[in-house]
Every structure is written in structure tokens, then in C-alpha cells.
């Protein structure tokens, strides 16, 4: 809008805006065709954080399977749920590759800056040249997988969920689908979830590159259809804490964190042997 334009421009003078900028680009993204307002906010302020990737020894790399979850937290709270849950769950998937003789080479990224407007992933595959996108077969994303009130929801690859969001990037139906065959195979239902722009995925798919992932809900509030598939309280947020000093290390769910870990080890495993599904 002519407003948004007027207000950067006016601030860009100020060292601290830098981080606004891109805060409201994300909100923009989000929530396209609205206005934004911002207000100088003497908690924005200049630093500097450092995503923390790495990969397998082994595996060829010239095809890469890259799997990530942001690893910082709002200033409000701890950020146990939103994102030690994806954070400590891909770790442990990392833990448990070790040195084990993958096909592919497997690429673990701990993104630095997401909740300030993905400033890290951005970063990241901004600073990618075209050969190195090119290699990146495929990017997972966990970002909240352990809501209190959960629903095991899997980013829309193959737009079934005709919301108006756009499907991902070719590949990214077939990941949905991997994904799901797990949660089937343990008798559990998924919905999908839009890929809405609100995570690490968004310069991934951005770039052409099929993303795929779960989350199990932040502010939104549970169906009474999600609750007769997944149990726990319709008409009550998925994650009442999101974004609040009370998500600590009492709000995470632990059944939705152990299976969804076993499906994050489970998907990884699989892409780190078998890439032929993906184009
Ligand atoms: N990325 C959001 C956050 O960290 C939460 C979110 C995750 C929203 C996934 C939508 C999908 O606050
Ligand atoms: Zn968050
Ligand atoms: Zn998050
Ligand atoms: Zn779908």
C-alpha cells in the first residue's frame, strides 16, 4: 500500500527499522492487500543471529534432502512448543543418522530469525546459487509439532484443500502423501494446512523447491471435526500458549511429540535412501 511504501522510506534512516521492514513484508505476505501500521517499538533493535546447518558426511551431494525448524522464540515466552518441539525433534533425527551410510546427503538447518519475518531461511536461500538450489531435492519443515490441543496437519502439497492457497512446488503433493502413509500406517488420521507463508518453508517453495511438513496448530482454533479425529477440546486453540510466557516445557503434548518425531525420522529416512518420487 501507498502507506507502507511512505513509512519505510521514512524510516529506513533508522538502523533498527531494518528488522521492522521485514516483519511487515512477512505480515504482508500473510495476510496480502491489507494495510499495515507500525509504530516505532523501542524493543527493535539491531543484532545479529547465525542459522546453525549441518549435514550428513555421506550421501551424494548432489542430491540433498534438506530438513529444518527454526530455533528461536518470541521475546514473550520461552518458545518450548513453538520451536523447541521441531528443533529437538530434528535433532534427534540427526542424532540417530549419525554416520549411517545414507544414499543422499541429508542437510539439517536450526533457522535463526523466523519470528521476526523468516529472516534466516530467507537469507539462506537468497544466498543459494542456482546449481546449489538445484541440488536441494526437497526441504521439510517442522515448526510446532507438540500443540497441547493438537491436530496432525500436513502442508497442502496437492492443494486438496482448495482454500485458495497455491499447492507447492511440483514434488510437494507426493511428500504430503509420503507423510501420510506413516500416520495411516499407525491408524491415524491428518488434514492438510495451507501453505500460508507463516514458516521456514516460504522462500522454498518461493524458489520452486517441494516442501512438505507438519504442524499441529497455533492460535487457531479446533474444529469439532478436528476433535472427533484427533481428540482434545474443539472451539479451544490449538496451542493457548502460542506466542505467550506460558509455553514452557509444561505445554507441549507429549503423545503428538513422540509420534510426530517418528514420522520426522521416518520421512527423513526415507528421502535420505529413495528420491525417485520426487521430480
Ligand atoms: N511460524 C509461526 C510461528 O512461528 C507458526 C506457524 C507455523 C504458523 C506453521 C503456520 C504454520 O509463530
Ligand atoms: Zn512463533
Ligand atoms: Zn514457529
Ligand atoms: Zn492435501
Not at 192 to 211: E, L, N, V
Not at 216 to 240: H, N, Q
Not at 245 to 265: E, Q, R
Request: net charge negative.
Amino acid at each position: 500500500t501507498d502507506a507502507f511504501a511512505l513509512d519505510i522510506g521514512e524510516w529506513r534512516a533508522g538502523i533498527p527499522m531494518v528488522f521492522a521492514s521485514f516483519a511487515v513484508g512477512n505480515e504482508l505476505a500473510a495476510n496480502p492487500g491489507t494495510t499495515v501500521r507500525l509504530k516505532v517499538d523501542s524493543t527493535l533493535t539491531l543484532g545479529t543471529d547465525y542459522n546453525v546447518i549441518g549435514e550428513t558426511r555421506k550421501g551424494d551431494p548432489n542430491n540433498v534432502v534438506m530438513v529444518g525448524a527454526h530455533l528461536d522464540s518470541v521475546e514473550a515466552g520461552p518458545g518450548i512448543n513453538d520451536n523447541g518441539s521441531g528443533t529437538a525433534a530434528i535433532l534427534e533425527t540427526a542424532l540417530q543418522i549419525g554416520n549411517f551410510p545414507v544414499k543422499n546427503k541429508v542437510r539439517f538447518a536450526f533457522w535463526a530469525a523466523e519470528e521476526i519475518g523468516l529472516l534466516g531461511s530467507d537469507q539462506y536461500v537468497e544466498g543459494l546459487t542456482a546449481a546449489e538450489r538445484d541440488r536441494i531435492r526437497l526441504y521439510l519443515n517442522f515448526d510446532m509439532v507438540a500443540s497441547p490441543n493438537y491436530a496432525y496437519k500436513l502442508y497442502d502439497g496437492d492443494d486438496s484443500d482448495a482454500t485458495g492457497a497455491p499447492a507447492g512446488p511440483p514434488g510437494s503433493a507426493q511428500i504430503e502423501n509420503q507423510l501420510e502413509d506413516f500416520f495411516t500406517s499407525r491408524g491415524l488420521a491428518t488434514v492438510g494446512t495451507d501453505f500460508d507463508g507463516r514458516s521456514d518453508y516460504g522462500p522454498f517453495i518461493a524458489a520452486g523447491i517441494p516442501a512438505g511438513g507438519i504442524f499441529t496448530g497455533a492460535e487457531g482454533i479446533k474444529t469439532p471435526a478436528e476433535a472427533a479425529l484427533f481428540g482434545g477440546t474443539a472451539g479451544v486453540a490449538y496451542d493457548a500458549c502460542y506466542h505467550q510466557a506460558c509455553d514452557t516445557i509444561a505445554n507441549p503434548n507429549l503423545t503428538a511429540l513422540d509420534v510426530n518425531a517418528d514420522a520426522i525420522a521416518d520421512s527423513t529416512a526415507r528421502y535420505a535412501f529413495n528420491l525417485t518420487a520426487i521430480p
